[in-house]
């Protein structure tokens, strides 16, 4: 693909300073970047790095606009959400292969889009629907009844079981696990445990991204409901009947316990952990490593710890933590010259 500057600015709503005919044939890093490419900069640390580059063109902010660089730069208001723009404009998500592979297994009682993929060694069984311009890597199993919507990316030993609803313009990463029983067990008196059914679902909707050797729990009845745009890193765990809210994002190896809530626009950092049955409300910020065992009630907050507490708390409690050798050290001193000053009072 080759398109001019002036015809990418246009696409990402970007304001060219230099020659605009340029052609530019791919993107890259400030370092790699060579000749017919464009390259991006995010950070004025790079700023001799970019004056330096081989690429034809730099995508900035508009705060640097003014700078003055050898080749023509693209100014734009969000440098990483232009970035993601640039890059579908070159990167292979747009270009889907409408091949069916004669190694897939398809049921006579599924429906699979004329505009859709499917690769080698997957398996579609009777009652799944997968919509228009999916591409459905090798290796996938789709479950009965499952649903897959329109513009998907499905990659390879992704498993999605029975009666699962995954939206639109959805991204599912290798050996990711969608519908699995949730982990119901009745306690017996022998202390033996009685499998609980799990007969719900798993509800993804659109714009949703999961990560690689990440598993979302299907409901014990009902269902477990990732809503829009919601984004979540590798090896996540997802209990049953959780509920993310709409943009919510959860970073690598955090986990949330069964029939919690979690609320909009929330940040959740890697290896958190959040217990069963509370609810945490929208724009909630929890820091890696904090475990959430109670329910935050008011939005627009930040919390740190183990058992998590206010984020500003924390960082005054650590402060003191790690000073206790020293405050120790200092306690003990004091405590002996209180010893030395009774003696001397009782000497009197």
């Known amino acids: 693909m080759i398109i001019t500057v002036e015809n990418i ?59 003055d660089f050898d080749v023509p730069v693209i100014a734009v208001d969000n440098v990483y ?31 699979v889009h004329k505009s859709s993929s499917i690769g080698a060694f997957s398996v579609v069984e009777s009652g799944a629907n997968v919509g228009s311009k999916t591409q459905i890597y090798s290796h996938v199993f789709i479950g009965k009844n499952v649903r897959i919507g329109d513009n998907c990316i499905i990659y390879p030993g992704v498993i999605i079981y029975k009666d699962c609803l995954i939206g639109d313009n959805c991204i ?46 299907r409901a014990t009845m009902g269902s477990t409901v990732i809503r829009k745009g919601v984004k979540l890193d590798n090896l996540i765990q997802i209990a049953h009947n959780v509920e993310i809210g709409k943009n919510t994002v959860l970073a690598a190896q955090s986990g949330i ?21 509370i609810h945490i409300a929208d724009r909630t910020l929890i820091q890696a490593q904090s475990g959430m065992t109670k329910s935050v009630k008011s939005s627009d907050t930040k919390w740190y710890g183990s058992p998590a507490i206010d984020y500003n708390n924390y960082l ?13 050290s200092r306690i003990n001193k004091l405590e002996k010259r209180l010893e030395e000053l009774s003696d001397q009072a009782d000497k009197l």
């Open 9 to 67: 600015a246009k696409q990402i709503g970007g304001t060219v300073r230099g020659d605009g005919t340029i052609e530019i044939n791919g993107a890259s890093d400030i370092v790699s970047a060579q000749k017919g490419q464009i390259t991006f900069l995010s950070n004025d640390r790079y700023l001799d790095k970019a004056k330096a580059t081989n690429a034809s063109a730099i995508l900035l902010s508009k705060e640097w606009s003014n700078i």
């Open 81 to 111: 959400a232009s970035l993601a723009e640039l890059l579908n404009l070159f990167g292979e998500m747009n270009l889907v292969d409408t091949e069916v592979s004669p190694f897939a297994s398809i049921s006579k009682n599924a429906i």
């Open 172 to 217: 599912i990463h290798s050996n990711a696990v969608i519908g699995a029983d949730g982990f119901g067990f009745a306690p017996l008196k022998d202390g033996s445990f009685k499998k609980i059914p799990q007969i719900g679902n798993v509800i993804v909707e659109d714009e949703v991204e999961i990560g690689s050797n990440t598993v979302i729990d």
């Open 257 to 277: 316990a069964g029939s919690t809530k979690v609320g909009s626009n929330c940040q959740i950092g890697g290896q958190a952990g959040i217990v069963g049955h």
């Open 316 to 328: 005054k409690s650590f402060a003191i933590y790690k000073n206790l050798p020293d405050l120790q």
